[in-house]
């Protein structure tokens, strides 16, 4: 299950954050915090309850649960996406729901941290053992309050596996050239020592998913820096965010 929380306003500007694997609305809380007054609505999951279907949800259905939430009330306008890692993935089908459910609902889509679907190398190649899943999430070490809850943790590996596997499924069919281009602004975000996204023509590849233009910025830090960097990230979102006639007077 996958939900904004809290729910995003129907009116006026917000900011849809959608987090990777191993993201939690704590995790993401140091962005949150820099933002400040301006609404923000982060998309957080729990991990699979005993007896639930451990079969990975694919990238698209998730996209559809966000979207639908959206959809409950007024269609939403002035929205930022942000996906990080995974979460770019789901905000680039979010943002292709909306166009066709909520036109005009998004202002700027943001993929921080991922390179473009049909460039991604697959995940299976490095294996979906326990212990290669922990080095890819958390380097190695076990999440916070989880040494003595080893169920829980069982069930938050095979979510991650299920993760991992949905990205594969996804990355396997993308074929940017077969679909409709986006028509809105596209910023890719990438840090100076992520290895998951580095600088290069795989990443600028990102531009053959919109017919608007995309814009490029590199933060200083590791694959985490929407949280190391938060000052900074929050400050292009408040721009991103700000009514275009605000921008053109600042």
Known sequence: MIRFQPPPPTTGTAVL???????????????TRALAELPVAVAVRRPSAAGE????????????LLARQLADGPCP?????????????????????LARGCPGAVRA???????????QPRHADDGFEDRTLLGKVTGGALPEGLAGEPEL?????????????????????????????LAIPLHV???TEDLAAPSGA?????????SAPTAFAIFEGAHDFLSTRAES????????????AEVLHA
């Open 17 to 31: 954050l959608i987090p990777g694997i191993g993201g939690t609305a704590r995790s993401v809380r140091p962005l």
């Open 202 to 210: 795989a990443l600028g590849a990102w531009c053959e998913y919109t």
């Open 109 to 119: 889509l943001v993929v921080a941290g991922q390179l473009p679907p049909h460039r």
């Open 153 to 181: 943790l069982r069930r938050l590996i095979e979510q991650w596996r299920g993760d991992y596997q949905a990205i594969d499924a996804y990355t396997a069919q993308a074929r940017p050239a077969e679909r409709a281009r």
């Open 53 to 64: 279907s451990s079969e990975p949800l694919p990238i698209g259905a998730r996209a559809q």
């Open 233 to 244: 990230a929050a400050a292009q979102l408040w721009r991103l965010a700000a009514p275009r």
């Open 77 to 97: 306008d002035g929205l930022v996406v942000v996906g990080h890692s995974l979460g770019a993935y789901i905000a680039l089908e979010l943002v292709h729901e």
């Open 189 to 191: 975000w990438n840090a």
